[in-house]
C-alpha cells in the first residue's frame, strides 16, 4: 500500500534521522523541505537567495515560496506513489495547500505523525549538534526564535489533523532504534 505520510514535530525532534528510516522501510522519498532549502542556499539559487535571510534568523520562508516548492517537488514521478514529508506543512496556508495538491491528485494522507520532544531537552541537543556540526540557524538565540516560531505556528496543526482521524502522536524521547520502531508500531494500523 503507498504511504502519504507528513512527520511533524518541533526542531530537534529527530524528524530528519527519523524521516530517512522510515522512509527507507516504507520505500517513498523522504521530502524535507529544510534540505531542499539549505541545497539551493548552498548551491545559490534563486529560491535560496529569497529563502536564505528568514532561516538565518529562525522565521517560516514565506508561505508562498514554500507552497510553490512543494508542488513541484511532489509532481516528481517517485512521489506518485507515496511520500514522507519532513518539515512541511508548517502553517494553516500550508496545511490548505497540501489539501489542495493531494485533492488534484485524487489522493490524500495516510497519516500524520507527530514527534514530540520537550523543549529543555531539544534545545539541549540542537546546541550539542550545533557545536559538532554547526548550521548557520544552530546559534542559541535562533534555535529558541525557532521554537517560538513552532509552538505559535504549527504545534496547533496536531490538533487540525487529529480533529481529521489522522494524527498519530509518537515519544521522540530515547534511542534512535527505539523511536523507529514506536513509529513503525504507530504506523502498522495505518498501513494495512
Ligand atoms: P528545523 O526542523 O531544525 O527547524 P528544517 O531543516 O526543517 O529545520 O528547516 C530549516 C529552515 O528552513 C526553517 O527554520 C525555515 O526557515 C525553513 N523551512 C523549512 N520548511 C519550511 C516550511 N514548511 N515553511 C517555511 N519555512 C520552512
Redesign the pocket.
Known amino acids: 500500500m503507498s504511504a502519504r505520510l507528513v512527520l511533524l514535530g518541533p ?2 525532534a529527530g ?2 534521522t527519523q524521516a530517512a528510516r522510515i522512509s527507507e522501510r516504507l520505500g517513498v522519498p523522504a521530502i ?4 531542499i ?2 541545497a539551493n542556499v548552498a548551491e545559490q539559487t534563486e529560491l535560496g537567495r529569497r ?1 536564505q535571510r ?2 538565518d534568523a ?4 514565506p ?1 508562498e515560496v ?1 507552497n510553490a516548492m512543494v508542488r513541484d517537488r511532489l509532481a516528481q514521478r517517485d512521489a506518485a506513489d507515496g511520500f514522507l514529508l ?6 494553516a496556508d ?1 496545511v490548505a495547500e497540501l489539501d489542495g495538491m493531494l485533492a488534484d491528485a485524487g489522493t490524500e494522507l495516510t497519516a500524520v505523525v507527530e514527534l514530540t520532544a520537550d523543549t529543555d531537552e531539544v534545545v539541549a541537543r540542537m546546541l550539542r549538534r550545533a557545536a559538532e556540526q554547526g548550521r548557520p ?1 544552530d546559534t542559541e538565540v535562533v534555535i529558541r526564535r ?1 521554537l517560538e516560531v ?1 509552538a505559535e505556528q504549527t504545534a496547533p496543526l496536531a490538533d487540525r489533523y487529529a480533529g481529521r482521524g489522522l494524527l498519530l502522536r509518537v515519544d521522540g524521547l530515547g534511542g534512535i532504534d527505539e523511536v523507529t520502531e514506536r513509529i513503525m508500531g504507530a504506523l502498522a494500523s495505518r498501513l494495512g
Open positions: 526542531p530537534g524528524k530528519g524535507s523541505t529544510g534540505d532549502f539549505r529563502a528568514y532561516m529562525g522565521e517560516y520562508v508561505d514554500t519532513d518539515g512541511y506543512p508548517r502553517t500550508q540557524d525557532r513552532y
